[in-house]
């Protein structure tokens, strides 16, 4: 670490992969190297197989904002996506230059665009899908991000954004930043209230046909799942069936009561045909 001096992100997720107690959370934030075996557990990842289904079977041209090393953008091509990768971060760790490598080591084609998402460098409806994993918390102006991805979505197009951190009341921020393990290091983690999420997206055009609070799906859970959840939950009460006695409603009820600061959120809809 250095100090008061604020490092760069990649400079943060560096330091991380040098802490020999943090193997665990850099596994499962997909830091680890080598960057295509990475990407590909991503791929086959409970966390992945949720969003598969959500996005279904339709194909087409997807944008994948705020790429980081590209490891979604890696699933969608993967997938049979024709992907734009926007990503500012020219970093070789975890910007464009690793989006490129794992493209390149994984024989898939991704367009990688260097900018923000404030203002996109594309035509009104030009992606049938617009896809942001842990995106819209570091807007810059979140209402303003939201207003260009519903811009660039083609009428009927989707929207997902996954893994949003969400907070009760806006007082929280402080106690989420301070106990996030590397905001101290950088600086760029934010937070918003549920409601900001959804007056931003829906201000865009965007019908929400799914929020997913942090017990809702695999997508929040990662690394965890819904079954691993039931299974603590189970021994906990000592019942011998956890399919049975914790059903996905109960997992979701007990979703939406929670309030620690910086929870995840997964929001799913489409762009309105006007």
Not at 126 to 131: A, E, I, N, Y
Not at 172 to 192: C, I, S, V
Not at 217 to 242: F, G, H
Not at 244 to 253: G, N, Q
Request: glycine fraction near 8%; proline fraction near 4%; hydrophobic fraction near 40%.
């Amino acid at each position: 670490m250095s100090g008061n001096r604020q490092l760069t992100w990649e400079q943060a997720v560096l330091w991380l992969k040098s802490q020999p107690d943090q193997d665990a959370l850099v596994k499962a934030c997909f830091y680890d190297d080598p960057l295509l075996a990475a990407a590909e557990r991503f791929y086959s990842s409970t966390e992945w197989n949720a969003i598969q289904k959500l996005i279904g079977s339709a194909r087409g041209r997807a944008l994948d904002i705020g790429a980081g090393r590209g490891i979604s953008s890696f699933a969608l091509a993967k997938d049979g996506w024709d992907t734009v990768a926007l990503e500012p971060d020219r970093s070789q760790v975890v910007g464009t230059g690793a989006i490129r490598r794992v493209a390149a080591e994984g024989g898939v084609h991704i367009d990688v665009v260097e900018t923000w998402g404030e203002s996109l460098p594309f035509e009104n409806g030009s992606f049938d899908l617009v896809h942001a994993r842990q995106v819209l918390h570091h807007a810059r102006d979140l209402t303003q991000l939201c207003r260009e991805i519903g811009r660039v979505l083609k009428p009927g197009g989707m929207m997902v954004a996954t893994r949003e951190h969400v907070l009760s009341h806006r007082r929280d921020l402080k106690e989420f930043l301070n106990r996030h393990p590397l905001h101290a290091l950088y600086g760029g983690e934010n937070a918003f209230l549920l409601k900001d999420y959804l007056d931003a997206m829906e201000g865009a055009g965007i019908k929400l046909s799914k929020v997913l609070n942090p017990l809702s799906s695999d997508i929040n859970l990662y690394p965890e799942t819904r079954n691993s959840v039931k299974a603590q939950i189970a021994r906990k009460l000592r019942i011998p069936s956890a399919a049975k006695f914790v059903p996905d409603s109960l997992l979701s009820l007990r979703g939406t009561l929670m309030n620690q600061p910086g929870r995840l959120y997964t929001f799913f809809g489409h762009k309105l045909d006007i």
